[in-house]
């Protein structure tokens, strides 16, 4: 570029010529070159600014064009890169401890209609309703000629069913994809499982969503994509399961009674084996809840969890244990037990008279309910609470349902004496058998607290200390003996050295007072009792059996029989062998000395 | 020199076109064959799906009751009780082979009324 002159001579000498400012000129030409820098830099900011803004419109149209594709397109499944799993399913399956299948996802159809596609509403309203009975062909016309544009006509379809809606050959009928819950052992461990429902609904995917049981309580975790189709492993054994409900069903119907629970727990895991409340209802169709009347009366009412009741004697164990684990008596102290024992304006009585003394095993041997009584005396009220507390009895249970929140024990509004007196013999605290299953394999493991769990577990719960390792096995050893000579002698199984309490509760009437011709018999168990495995808590709910000339009701006659025959079934199929009992299997320990 | 270097330079850009273009439709391929893939293996998890759901359906234990009560006749399969367990001693071992006897080697003969080859008595 020819740089220009500030004072070109020529112009320089002509202005001095004509007498005029020569700095003029110089001025005038650097304004010219000034302006044209000036011009120069305009220009270079403008192709710059053009530049930059070239750039933003560019990104600003990526990005709208990129947003207004997600909006406007139809969501589309994930498909995961190729190193994981390609298709997983929607919702995790539930397998038992031993890969069993519990629970599992079928793919279906759902059937809905297009009206305004549809060539010949009423022969399609008229197929319909031949290959679906519940449907009514002149509602569907009515449906398929109004103004409606969509139109649900089935959740689910079979493959058979499928076809048959395609050969009717309409275009107006569609098919939506559907993932369906199967539960493929139908009524076993119904109560467990809970159910599946459908959520929100879409035309080409509905979400299923978890409504009761384990299904509700783990929806988060089994709808989880991260999971990768891994199954939720529970801590049932199916075949144990189904052994149990048949064994229970059959007592049941035995006993005349209106309802059953059973609980087997191994007592050092606190893992569930098996959990059954009767009468049950199949998941694949579950009953709606009653809309009237009592809740307990609905097969959907899990009496194992969410049922609180009186227990009776089978709270025993718990006083004497107590007393034992404090020092105030030894298995061999003498208990005054004549009766009926007045407090108050409150009686208490035996189911016999025991005569004026029994040791603190008869106590336990003969079900006193005086003696008892007088254990807890020396107890206290606030130390039997504090006891209870640890043992669980004061909050619901934790285990892995949704419904476990509603299992609160009803506890009495002031814990005073004749409280005090009547818990220790199991009135007047209502719990759940789980509650009394988890307190009893918490008591004999040798003293570990233990919480009931559904999901497998590794090891055994490390929990605090409850009672002494000697209290734990004085307490079995008295156990046993209520088997071999006591009120539970029909829960002897040959090899298995049962051990275990019965409890007969008369049934609180809802006005207040107690029936007497309506009881809750229970047998809370442990076998083996030298080396305890599992802990087996049985319920009837109205039993009675009609033997050597009299109605009977007591647990003895009812629940005890039954869970020998249910420790007879599920003891082998969960690997115990029957042993050889020795002559003398019971070690009495002296745990405390005064 | 500078002529040489410059068709060489276009050689080379000429090669490298024709190799990625090679490589851009191999790599379009492999992309399509696990696409294909995935959607096999999604056919196939589908129906190993259905397959267990199925084998746990028929191996619900109503049925197999149901089943093993029809059949009692042949099969004679009952639930499993304490006596099914035994003791190792209740099963009936094979004996212990009895010991083979070898040749006899220093045989003596004994008989009646017969004098011995030497004309002694016999015993």
Known sequence: MIRRPLRPLARVLRARDEGGNPDAIAAENLRL??????????????????????????????????????????????????NGNPIINQRSDIVDRNGRVLATNLDTHALYAQPQQMIDPAHAAVELARIFPELDAEELLEDFTGNRRFLWIRRQISPEQMQQVHDIGDPGLLF?????????????????????SYGREGVD??????????????????????????????????????????VLAGGMTLMEAKGATAIIMDVHTGEIVAMASLPDFDPNDRPRPLTEG?????????????????LGSVFKIFAVAQAMELGLVNAQTLIDTRGPMTWGRFRIRDFHDYGPQLTVTDVIVESSNIGTSRIALMIGAPRQREFLGSLGFLEPTQVEMVEAPTGQPLLPQQWSEISLMTISYGHGLSASPLHLAQAYASLLNGGHRVRATLVRQDGPQEGERVVSEEVSAAARSMLRQVVTRGTASFAEVPGYEVGGKTGTADKPRPTGGYYTDRTISTFAGVFPAHDPQYVVILSLDEPQQFVAGENRRTAGWTAVPVAAELIRRTAPLMGLRPEIATLDPTGVTQTASH | MRGLLYVLTAVCVVALGFWAYQENYRTQGAIREVRSLNARIGAAHARLNVLSAEWAYLNRPDRLRELADANFDRLGLLPLTPEAFGHPQDIAMPLPPIPELGPIMDPVEISAGQRGPNGEEPL
């Open chain 1, 33 to 82: 070159r000034h302006e044209e820098m000036r011009d120069r830099a305009r220009a270079r900011a403008e192709g710059r600014l053009l530049v930059l803004g070239f750039f933003f419109f560019v990104a600003f149209l990526t990005i709208g064009v990129r947003m207004g594709a997600l909006a406007a397109t139809e969501a589309e499944e994930p498909r995961a890169v190729a």
């Open chain 1, 176 to 196: 939506g994809p559907r993932e369906m819950r199967l539960y493929p052992n139908g009524p076993i461990a119904s109560h467990i499982l809970g159910g599946a």
């Open chain 1, 205 to 246: 995917s509905a979400e299923v969503i978890g409504v009761a049981g384990v299904e509700r309580y783990f929806d988060a975790w089994l709808r989880d994509p991260a999971n990768e189709g891994q199954a939720l492993e529970l801590s049932i054994d199916l075949t144990v399961q189904a052994a149990m409900e048949e």
């Open chain 1, 294 to 310: 009592d809740q307990s009366d609905s097969p959907i009412f899990n009496r194992a969890v969410q049922g609180v009741y009186e």
